[in-house]
């Protein structure tokens, strides 16, 4: 068994990871959260794997074009930004997407898949998200009234999911195992 995490993910383009990035810079000062996310680690996470036995990660890459086979790439837009874990000391601190019934059957598909190969998912349900920080770091309550929506309407279209390997002694640290085209 492998010593690192896997999971599928959408991979954010260039372009929405800088506008992302730019647009965090320009508010961080709000929010001080002890850890942000590295811009090149940003994802949507579609499926978390976790650690991959040798003959299920083969399965889930030798089968996954299969399942991807008549899904078109589409667009997403970025949303608003929100917290995960206690309202008054977020754990996770996000960005996501506006609803997506293309994001939605994606995510269906590559867990279902995951499923068949054999892996142990986690039963939550679907939250499309870019966590951009992590672990609340004040002794100032989080105010929840800074939450809002992203400026600027960012669309980019999705053609890709990729499979990553988690590194987490290196910065970025998600390094993409395997890459599955949307046609």
């Known amino acids: ?23 965090m810079e320009a508010k961080k000062h709000e929010f001080p959260f002890a850890k942000w996310v590295h811009p090149e680690d940003y994802h949507i996470t579609l499926a978390f794997l976790g650690f991959a036995p040798e003959d299920m990660k083969s399965a889930a890459i030798q089968t996954m074009p299969q399942v991807l086979i008549g899904v078109p790439p589409f667009s997403l837009t970025l949303h608003q930004i929100g917290t995960f874990g206690p ?11 506006k609803h997506s019934e293309e994001l939605i059957q994606l995510q269906k598909k590559v867990y279902g898949q995951a499923l068949k190969v054999g892996f142990d998912l986690d ?3 679907f939250r499309p998200h870019i966590t951009i920080a992590r672990k609340w770091n004040s002794a100032e ?14 669309s980019f279209t999705v053609n890709e999911i990729i499979l990553y390997e988690t590194h987490l002694d290196k910065t970025p640290k998600y390094h993409e195992f395997a890459r599955f085209s949307l046609k």
Not at 2 to 23: C, Q, R, V
Not at 87 to 97: C, G, L
Not at 146 to 153: P, R
Request: glycine share 2%; hydrophobic share 40%.
């Open 1 to 23: 068994m492998s010593k690192h995490h896997y999971f599928f993910a959408i991979k954010l383009p260039k372009e929405a990871k800088d506008f992302l990035n730019e647009w």
């Open 87 to 97: 309202q008054k000391k977020p754990r996770i601190f996000w960005a996501d997407v």
């Open 123 to 125: 039963k939550k349900p």
């Open 141 to 154: 309550e989080f105010d929840p009234n800074l939450l809002t929506d992203i400026d600027g309407d960012f």
